[in-house]
C-alpha cells in the first residue's frame, strides 16, 4: 500500500513551505518534496528565494553597501579609515553562511511542525497520488487527499544570448561570482538587473544595463523612477533605455553583446554578462498525463482567487501562478490553501501587497501610482515629504528621496504610499498595515510617530495630502 497524507506540497520554496507548516499546525498529516539542488549537488529546502534570490541578494546587496558607505561616506562622519581592500571571498563566504542557516532552518521548522520533508523530485498523477523520484533514482507512490503544486519560477533566457554558466550567466550565477568583473552587462533594467547591477557596481564593476524599453521601471510611480533614474546614474550605473539585445557571443575571455537602440545597431564588449529579463513559471516534469490541471497560454497554473485548480483538491500557489512573483505573496498563498483545505477562513488581499527595491535608495510601494489612479478618474490629493527634511535621515547621511501619499478626494481612502529613500522597504509596512486596515488618510495624520525617526517622512506626507505639514512647505 502506498503512504497517504492529508496533504502533500511540491515545491519547498516561500509558498510551498509555509503551506506545509500551516497544514501541520492544522493537525494534517503533511508531507512537502523539493528538489531544489545546490552548484555543489547538495540538496536544500527553501526555492529559489533562500538559495538563489532574496536572501543571498540581500546578503550581498548589504555587505556591498556597506563596502560603499565606507569608502565614501565615513568621511563625512569624520571617520578616516586609510585603505580599505575588499576580501570578496570573506564577503562571499558570508553569503553562503547566511543561506545555509536560514534553510537549514526550515528543516528545524518542518520537524517542529510535523511536516516530512521528502528530498526529490515529485510529479502529479491522476488521482491526487505522487510519484517522487529521490535522490538515488528510487521511486515510490504517496497518496494524497490534497495536493499544493508550488513549484516556483526559473529565470527567462534568451535563445540569441546562449547561457553557458560562467560568462553569459543568470541571476543566481551573478551572485555567486568569486571575482569582481571589471566590465559587467546586464540585460534587463527590472528589480533582479537593478539589484544585481548595483552590488557589482559598488564593489567596482563598470556596470551597463540594457534595457528594451524606453521608460525606466514602469511598475513603479513615475515621480519615484524618475528619483530613482537620477541616483542610480549618479552612481554610475550606466542605464541604456530603448536599447535591444539581439545576440550575445562569447569571443576570448570576453563577451561581445549586439544592441540596437534610435541611434543603430551598437556592439558592447563585456567580462559577464548577467541576463536577467524577468521569470516564467516552472512546470516541467511536475503534472503527468491526466491530471486535468491546466495552464494558460503564458506557462502559469490556471487557478482560482482562492489559488483552486479546478481539478478537486488540487490547488497551486507561488511563482507557478498568476499575480506579483513575490515571496511574501506566494507565502500569504500557500497560508491561506492550507487553512482552506482545513475548513477555515481564509483569503488573501492582492490589493495590498508590497513591492520592495532593495537599491540605494530603496524603493517600496503598495497600492496604485498615481498614473493608475489618474488613469481610474477618480478624483485624488497627493502628499509628498522629502528625507531632505528629516532629522533622522540627515543624521544618517541618508537625506535622500521622498515619501509619497495618494488618497481620494471623496473619503479620504488610502489609494497607494511610495518611498524611496532610507529603509523604504521597513518603512512601507506602516502603509501595508494602514491599507489593511481600511485606515483613511487623516487616520495616518493622527497617528503619532516617534521623533526623530525616518517613520515621521509617511506622517508628514500624509499630513501633506492635506496641506497641513508641520516639518515641510504646503504647496
Ligand atoms: P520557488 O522559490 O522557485 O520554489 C519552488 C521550489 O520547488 C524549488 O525549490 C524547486 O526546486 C521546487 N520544485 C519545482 N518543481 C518540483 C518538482 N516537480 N518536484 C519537487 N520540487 C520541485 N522576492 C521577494 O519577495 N523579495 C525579494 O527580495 C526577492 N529577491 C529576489 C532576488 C532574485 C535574484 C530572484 C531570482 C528572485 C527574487 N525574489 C524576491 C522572487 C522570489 O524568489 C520568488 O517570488 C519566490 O522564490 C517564489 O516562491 P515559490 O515558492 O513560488 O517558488
Ligand atoms: P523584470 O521582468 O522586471 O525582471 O524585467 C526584465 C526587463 O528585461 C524588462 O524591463 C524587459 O523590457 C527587459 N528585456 C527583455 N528582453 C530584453 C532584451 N532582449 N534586451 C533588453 N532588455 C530586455
Redesign the pocket.
Known amino acids: 500500500m502506498s503512504e497517504a497524507y492529508d496533504v502533500i506540497v511540491?515545491?519547498?520554496?516561500?509558498?510551498?513551505y509555509p503551506a506545509a507548516i500551516r497544514a501541520g499546525q492544522n493537525k494534517l498529516k503533511v508531507a512537502c518534496?523539493?528538489?531544489?539542488k545546490n552548484f555543489d549537488g547538495t540538496y536544500a529546502f527553501g526555492?529559489?528565494?533562500l538559495n538563489?534570490?532574496?536572501i543571498p541578494?540581500?546578503a550581498l546587496l548589504e555587505s556591498s553597501e556597506l563596502w560603499q558607505r565606507a569608502k565614501h561616506e565615513f568621511s563625512a562622519h569624520g571617520i578616516a579609515i586609510g585603505d580599505l581592500t575588499l576580501d570578496l571571498p570573506v564577503m562571499q563566504k558570508r553569503r553562503a553562511s547566511i543561506v545555509k542557516t536560514m534553510t537549514n532552518g526550515i528543516t528545524a521548522l518542518f520537524k517542529a511542525n510535523g511536516v516530512v520533508g521528502i528530498q526529490?523530485?515529485?510529479?502529479l498523477l491522476p488521482g491526487n497520488r505522487v510519484l517522487v523520484t529521490g535522490a538515488d533514482g528510487a521511486e515510490k507512490t504517496l497518496q494524497a487527499v490534497h495536493v499544493v503544486l508550488?513549484?516556483?519560477?526559473t529565470?527567462v533566457r534568451l535563445k540569441t544570448v546562449p547561457h553557458d554558466g560562467h560568462y553569459i550567466v543568470d541571476?543566481?550565477n551573478a551572485?555567486e561570482f568569486t571575482e569582481v568583473p571589471a566590465r559587467l552587462g546586464v540585460i534587463g533594467a527590472g528589480v533582479?538587473g537593478l539589484?544585481?547591477g548595483s552590488v557589482w557596481r559598488r564593489l567596482g564593476s563598470e556596470v551597463t544595463v540594457l534595457e528594451a524599453m524606453e521608460q525606466f521601471l514602469p511598475i513603479v510611480d513615475a515621480a519615484i523612477a524618475k528619483e530613482a533614474q537620477r541616483h542610480f546614474n549618479k552612481q554610475g550605473l550606466d542605464i541604456k533605455l530603448g536599447a535591444k539585445v539581439s545576440a550575445a557571443t562569447v569571443a576570448g575571455n570576453a563577451v561581445d553583446v549586439r544592441y540596437s537602440d534610435a541611434q543603430g545597431e551598437h556592439t558592447l564588449q563585456v567580462d559577464k554578462l548577467v541576463v536577467a529579463v524577468g521569470?516564467r513559471p516552472?512546470t516541467e516534469?511536475?503534472l503527468a498525463d491526466g491530471t486535468g490541471v491546466r495552464l494558460d497560454e503564458r506557462g502559469f497554473i490556471e487557478v482560482d482567487e482562492h489559488c483552486r485548480t479546478g481539478v478537486p483538491n488540487v490547488w497551486a500557489?507561488?511563482?507557478?501562478v498568476r499575480g506579483p512573483?513575490?515571496?511574501?505573496k506566494?507565502k500569504e498563498e500557500g497560508v491561506m490553501v492550507a487553512d482552506l483545505i482545513a475548513g477555515h477562513f481564509a483569503e488573501v488581499n492582492y490589493r495590498v501587497i508590497p513591492s520592495?527595491i532593495?537599491t540605494a535608495p530603496e524603493i517600496a510601494w503598495v497600492g496604485q501610482t498615481e498614473q493608475q489612479v489618474k488613469a481610474g478618474g477618480r478624483a485624488y490629493k497627493v502628499g509628498t515629504f522629502p528625507f531632505a527634511a528629516s532629522g533622522r535621515a540627515r543624521a544618517m547621511e541618508a537625506a535622500q528621496g521622498f515619501a509619497k501619499i495618494i488618497s481620494a478626494t471623496d473619503d479620504d481612502e488610502v489609494l497607494g504610499v511610495h518611498v524611496i529613500g532610507p529603509m523604504a522597504g521597513e518603512l512601507i509596512g506602516e502603509a501595508v498595515l494602514a491599507m489593511e486596515y481600511s485606515a483613511s488618510t487623516e487616520d495616518i495624520q493622527r497617528t503619532i510617530h516617534a521623533h526623530p525617526t525616518l517613520s515621521e517622512a509617511l506622517h508628514e506626507a500624509a499630513l501633506a495630502a492635506d496641506k497641513r505639514a508641520i516639518d515641510g512647505i504646503n504647496r
Open positions: 511540491i515545491g519547498a520554496g516561500p509558498a510551498g518534496v523539493d528538489e531544489w526555492g529559489t528565494c538563489a534570490g532574496c541578494s540581500k526529490g523530485h515529485g510529479r508550488a513549484s516556483g519560477s529565470p541571476s543566481w551572485l533582479i539589484e544585481l521569470r516552472f516534469g511536475l500557489v507561488g511563482d507557478v512573483m513575490l515571496a511574501h506566494g520592495v532593495y
